[in-house]
Structures are given as structure tokens and as C-alpha cells.
């Protein structure tokens, strides 16, 4: 059975994408460049900084990458949002007995859920520096391995939750079933070549999809 539901952050439980085309809009302004719409700024969702820099605003310079950095953190605490479904799956999920995780790439990510209000609908919130100290970002399974060895759960008990390539990699490293969720730039073609085991396009799925599915 599954015991352990893993969910990226950024595009999959909450929508980062505001605060992504506010930190790029804020270059844009200092450096008197068209500013960016919504629609351009998600074609980029889950590539590297200096990809949303070229796509974004032309070209990749790294003092705009500094620049952009130098504004995130505020814009995230104003932009950020959980998805609309978020809160009552994590809280139907827990219903079911499961254990809930977050699995991200982000450095200080309990600090980043406590103030979107959903810390404390997860057992463990994991990222590349706590609380297991610095480890190899994801596609690299170190992070999933130590979360699951924490939590006490096998990898045919676990599931994790992603937007994007580099989440199903994870999970296919870890041995863990990875579900692809098309919030972020990938599609459900995508994530059946990726080797996903589900893909869906809205939390809301999910839990059917564990009630149906939970059995190793």
C-alpha cells in the first residue's frame, strides 16, 4: 500500500509563476526592456535561470540573474500561492493515513511553506540544505533516499508528486512512483515518455488515483 505522498513545490502545490514574472519584470524595468506577460514567462516554468533570462528578456546576462535574485524572496512572500485544490487534498490524503512530504530543490524550503500556511500538513519538508545538511539536487535520489529512510517507508510505498522532467527522473532513481502533474510546461505526452506512472492535470485527481491504485 502506499503510505508516503512526496509533492514538489513550485507548480505543483503552489503556483510560483506570479512571483517568477514579477522578479523578471522587475529587470525589465531597471534595465528599460518590455516588460514580460504571463503567458511567455510559463513556456519557460521549470528550466534553469539563465533559460527564463534569454526567453524573458532576450539575452542572459548574470547581473540580471543577481538582479532577479536580489527581489525573489520578497516577491515570492507577496505572489505566491497555494493551487486552489492544495489544502483539501493534503488534508483528504491525511485522511487516508497517509504521510505527506516535501521534496525540493529550494534551499530553506520549511521556511517558504510556514509562510504559504501549509508547514503543518507535512511529516517532513526536505530540501537541498535541511534537515538532512547539504545534499545533491534532484535528479540525483540522495534527498528522496534520506526522506524515506527517515519516514521509515519503502520505495514501493512512496509516490511523488511533480511539474516537471526532473521530478519523474528522481523518482524513477529512487525506485519510487512518479506522478506528473501538468501545471508547470509538460505535458501528459511528456511525462508517459519520462516513464511516469500517472499523469493528471489537477491535485484534485490525485486522491482517487491513491484510493484506486495504493498497492505495491
Same mark, same amino acid.
Given at each position: 500500500m502506499i503510505r508516503l505522498a512526496v509533492?514538489?513545490?513550485?507548480?505543483?502545490?503552489?503556483?510560483?509563476s506570479y512571483a517568477i514574472m514579477e $522578479?523578471?519584470?522587475?529587470?525589465?524595468?531597471? *534595465? $528599460?526592456?518590455? *516588460?514580460?506577460?504571463?503567458?511567455?514567462?510559463?513556456?519557460?516554468?521549470?528550466?534553469?535561470?539563465?533559460?527564463?533570462? *534569454? $526567453?524573458?528578456?532576450? *539575452?542572459?546576462?548574470?547581473?540580471?540573474?543577481?538582479?532577479?535574485?536580489?527581489?525573489?524572496e520578497r516577491l515570492e512572500r507577496e505572489y505566491i500561492r497555494p493551487f486552489a485544490d492544495t489544502v483539501p487534498v493534503l488534508e483528504a490524503l491525511r485522511d487516508f493515513g497517509l504521510k505527506l512530504a516535501v521534496l525540493s530543490n529550494r534551499e530553506h524550503p520549511s521556511a517558504v511553506l510556514k509562510h504559504e500556511g501549509l508547514e503543518r500538513?507535512?511529516?517532513?519538508?526536505?530540501?537541498?540544505?535541511?534537515?538532512?545538511?547539504?545534499?545533491?539536487?534532484?535528479?540525483?535520489?540522495a534527498m528522496?533516499?534520506?526522506?524515506?529512510?527517515?519516514?521509515?517507508?519503502?520505495p514501493c510505498e512512496t509516490v511523488y508528486i511533480g511539474?516537471?522532467?526532473?521530478d519523474i527522473v528522481t523518482a524513477l532513481s529512487a525506485h519510487v512512483r512518479g506522478i506528473g502533474i501538468t501545471t508547470g510546461n509538460f505535458t501528459h505526452d511528456d511525462?508517459?515518455?519520462?516513464?511516469?506512472?500517472?499523469?493528471?492535470?489537477?491535485?484534485?485527481?490525485?486522491?482517487?488515483?491513491?484510493?484506486?491504485?495504493?498497492?505495491?
Open positions: 509533492f514538489d513545490h513550485d507548480m505543483t502545490i503552489v503556483d510560483s $522578479g523578471f519584470n522587475y529587470v525589465a524595468r531597471h *534595465e $528599460g526592456l518590455p *516588460e514580460v506577460s504571463h503567458e511567455l514567462t510559463m513556456k519557460y516554468i521549470a528550466t534553469p535561470l539563465p533559460t527564463f533570462c *534569454e $526567453g524573458l528578456l532576450g *539575452e542572459y546576462r548574470p547581473e540580471w540573474i543577481r538582479l532577479y535574485r536580489s527581489q525573489s500538513y507535512f511529516d517532513i519538508i526536505v530540501g537541498a540544505d535541511e534537515p538532512f545538511g547539504h545534499q545533491p539536487y534532484k535528479p540525483d535520489p528522496m533516499n534520506a526522506l524515506m529512510s527517515q519516514m521509515n517507508v519503502k511539474d516537471a522532467d526532473v511525462f508517459v515518455l519520462l516513464g511516469a506512472w500517472k499523469s493528471i492535470d489537477t491535485l484534485s485527481e490525485l486522491a482517487g488515483i491513491i484510493e484506486r491504485d495504493a498497492i505495491c
